[in-house]
């Protein structure tokens, strides 16, 4: 496989470096990967960090500005942060307010994470948690106890990030990440496999002709294979599968995410069945977003993530925010 890269080993790295260069408005640290908002720690707000293997981009430090994260710590590819990072991202975002950890669902980042707080504790910085749990594709998977994490991890730091940035308390903050994470519910498919700078071919099989419903962002088996089938067909299945579990009664933020190598003019398109059939269900969209937001390399494929949002809710998400992947309102 053809790869824009120098070494395997020094992919982070790199990416990194080259973050820093487009991003000044970002302090990263390429050795300790951490990459921090250059304001922080901003006087009397909650920080948000967050973090996870790399190759979700550009989840999550691209999501690092004013109204969402305050940090986020990139693991090597498809490999959680160390605690180490964690603490140290923690540190440097402190005000006093306290810092949520915003982990999906994995058990590496479940575990680390964890054990960041404890460690956090110890040096007198006051850590709250919200686990993202979205996907309603599998009960359990090859990374996962539970549902896995996924597009409703976007959800969770843009909202939480708007009610930081507006001062609440970290309960408050808290509460609402947890809010948009119990309301919020997604589903991937995968028209490739994914190949990793390591392994330099696909990680899995994936014939040609067929595509895989509900596969996870690191490439984890999904529901069943079938044929290939049209966008419109895909959406009938993807949409039903998060509808008949969230359930919702009003309006939804809908997220159209890319995997990484599925070109826009395809995601519009399949945003268009999206919204027929959240059309023909019933279901009011206030707002919807389309791109590659939480990717997997190369994979090609889509997610639909959708989120039951009342009024603080949408308000929130319409907050401004300043971010490398995510802006508005300023």
Same mark, same amino acid.
């Given at each position: ?28 640290? $390429? ?7 250059r ?48 603490v ?9 307010a ?40 599998v ?41 948009v994470?119990?309301?919020?519910? +997604? ?18 099989d ?12 690191? !490439?984890?088996?999904g ?5 290939m ?33 599925t ?5 519009? !398109? ?6 027929? $059939?959240?059309?023909?269900r ?13 990717? +997997? ?5 889509? +997610? ?17 925010v ?9």
């Open positions: 496989m053809k790869m824009l890269i120098n070494v395997p080993e020094t992919v982070v790295a790199d990416a990194l470096r080259g973050m820093a260069a487009a991003h000044p408005e970002l302090t990263v640290d $390429v050795e300790n990967r951490v990459v921090v908002r304001d922080a720690p901003v006087a009397g707000k909650v920080a948000l960090v967050s973090g996870g293997g790399s190759g979700h981009e550009p989840l999550h430090a691209g999501f690092v500005g004013p109204g969402m994260l305050s940090a986020a710590c990139p693991g090597e590819v498809f490999t959680s942060p160390v605690p180490d990072q964690m140290r991202a923690a540190a440097a975002v402190d005000s006093g306290g810092v949520l950890f915003v982990v999906k669902n994995y058990t590496g980042d479940v575990l680390n994470f964890e054990m960041a707080a404890e460690l956090a504790d110890d040096e007198g910085i006051q850590v709250a948690q919200v686990v993202v749990d979205d996907d309603v594709a009960s359990d998977s090859t990374f996962t106890a539970g549902r896995r994490g996924t597009g409703a991890t976007l959800f969770v730091e843009k909202i939480a990030g708007a009610a930081a940035d507006e001062g609440a308390p970290l309960e408050r903050v808290a509460s609402l990440a947890r809010q994470n119990g309301s919020s519910r +997604s589903f991937g498919v995968a028209l490739s496999a994914v190949t990793t700078p390591t392994k330099g071919s696909p990680t899995f994936l014939p040609t002709g067929e595509l895989e419903l509900g596969i996870g962002i690191h !490439g984890e088996p529901r069943e294979r079938r044929p089938m049209t966008s419109g067909e895909i959406a009938d299945f993807a949409v039903h599968a998060v509808l008949e579990d969230l359930r919702p009664t009003g309006p939804v933020l809908a997220l159209v995410n890319g995997m990484g190598a070109p826009l003019l395809e995601l519009y !398109g399949f945003n268009a069945e999206v919204q027929r $059939v959240l059309s023909e019933g279901v009011p969209v206030a707002r919807t977003l389309v791109g590659n937001y939480v990717t +997997s390399l190369d994979m090609a494929g889509c +997610s639909v993530t959708l989120c039951q949002v009342d009024e603080e809710l949408l308000r929130l998400w319409d907050a401004p300043e971010t490398p992947a995510l802006r508005w309102g300023r």
